[in-house]
């Protein structure tokens, strides 16, 4: 049973996970809007709104930090850091909006789009 775990497995190992929330996480910041499952949506907000958040100090280490979560991705981190931090400088949490698609190809009402908001 699965009483009080707080995450979702979907249905990998932890090293697999992790690399799959990296790789969501990159897509979702180089392309600022990305298309996958509801459950990885849902697994993804709080993982990138952390991100934010951390990247707001705009320190060095916060730089690293957001690097290495990001997967050494440089492009990432700095677009994250120049581009999408000041667009949410005054706001205080709730920086991306998960919107279901309904059926996309066979799979009925499993898809979902995450972005930024404006």
Do not use: C, W
Not at 57 to 66: A, C, D, E, F, H
């Amino acid at each position: 049973m699965r009483h009080h775990k707080a995450t979702r497995t979907l249905g990998r190992t932890k090293r697999q996970r992790v690399a799959l929330l990296r790789n969501l996480a990159r897509s979702l910041v180089l392309e600022e809007g990305i298309t996958t499952t509801i459950a990885k949506a849902k697994e993804l907000r709080p993982y990138i709104e952390r991100l934010i958040t951390m990247s707001k100090s705009n320190t060095l280490q916060s730089r690293r930090l957001i690097t290495q979560r990001l997967g050494n991705a440089l492009d990432a981190s700095n677009k994250l850091h120049d581009t999408l931090v000041p667009r949410y400088k005054e706001r205080a949490g709730g920086y991306t909006r998960i919107v279901r698609l309904g059926r996309v190809g066979k799979r009925v009402g499993d898809a979902a789009r995450i972005e930024f908001v404006s």
